[in-house]
């Protein structure tokens, strides 16, 4: 399975659907036909032209997914997607793990527009970064999972997540932790385990004070850094693996 780009799908617009005639996608080889297929945008779900032809794939997730006649895997990665944000209307927990998305789509934004989500868990995908307005569509979160994924920073619109007590970013490639985590005013509870963590800024405010484990195991902290975390007074449980001699 392919990962899902913004559209969900990740079919590029213009591409050929693998034998099916060139000219029902993207650029219609000369075909002025308005329903050939043509690629609807997230971000106007309500147009009714364009829908794919696929019967497997209802016309109301084809209006929001923006979908174009597509092989029947990516046609199931969209209903999983989306079946998922209908989930969440029910329930505030927003589960979107093991999708294969590079980014969030725009679709899910608008899904999720009327519901406050509780959770969100995004683990298991190949997220590269989040984009700033994911804090504003899902600002009243209190747990987020991220991770599993491919990310090396966080945006600074994060420290706008007043409700967030816990966070999971493990698993992931940062090299150093974010200062935007000292700055989410409720977190309780930070896993950075398993990432290229070299250094953190041991002088940084921490805003929470709510905050009682951060946990930095299986990190490549340098001596020296370990050395300050180890002499380093916190009211909180500071989780870091023993120094080992091949030591960063």
Not at 16 to 35: A, E, I, L
Not at 41 to 68: C, F, K
């Given at each position: 399975?392919?990962?899902?780009?913004?559209?969900?799908?990740?079919?590029?617009?213009?591409?050929?659907?693998?034998?099916?005639?060139?000219?029902?996608?993207?650029?219609?080889?000369?075909?002025?036909?308005?329903?050939?297929?043509?690629?609807?945008?997230?971000?106007?779900?309500?147009?009714?032209?364009?829908?794919?032809?696929?019967?497997?794939?209802?016309?109301?997730?084809?209006?929001?997914?923006?979908?174009?006649?597509?092989?029947?895997?990516a046609g199931q990665g969209v209903i999983r997607v989306v079946q998922r944000c209908e989930d969440a209307k029910e329930n505030h927990k927003l589960d979107l793990s093991s999708c294969e998305l590079m980014q969030i789509p725009d679709a899910v934004y608008h899904l999720m527009r009327n519901t406050e989500l509780v959770t969100c868990n995004l683990s298991g995908n190949v997220l590269k970064s989040v984009s700033p307005k994911f804090s504003q569509k899902f600002s009243t979160i209190t747990d987020l999972n991220l991770s599993h994924n491919k990310l090396s920073r966080l945006p600074e619109e994060f420290a706008s997540l007043s409700a967030l007590t816990k966070l999971n970013i493990s698993n992931n490639s940062f090299i150093v932790l974010p200062q935007v985590v000292f700055k989410l005013q409720s977190l309780a509870s930070l896993d950075a385990q398993n990432n290229a963590i070299l250094e953190i800024d041991t002088e940084e405010a921490i805003t929470s004070d709510n905050l009682a484990l951060v946990d930095l195991r299986n990190n490549p902290l340098s001596r020296n850094c370990r050395r300050k975390l180890q002499n380093f007074k916190t009211p909180f449980l500071l989780e870091i693996s023993k120094e080992v001699d091949d030591d960063w």
């Open positions: 399975m392919r990962p899902f780009g913004n559209d969900i799908t990740n079919i590029p617009n213009g591409g050929s659907n693998g034998g099916n005639n060139g000219g029902n996608n993207g650029g219609n080889n000369g075909n002025n036909d308005p329903n050939d297929g043509t690629n609807i945008s997230s971000e106007d779900p309500s147009e009714e032209s364009g829908l794919s032809d696929d019967p497997s794939i209802p016309p109301h997730i084809a209006r929001i997914g923006g979908i174009v006649t597509c092989p029947p895997i």
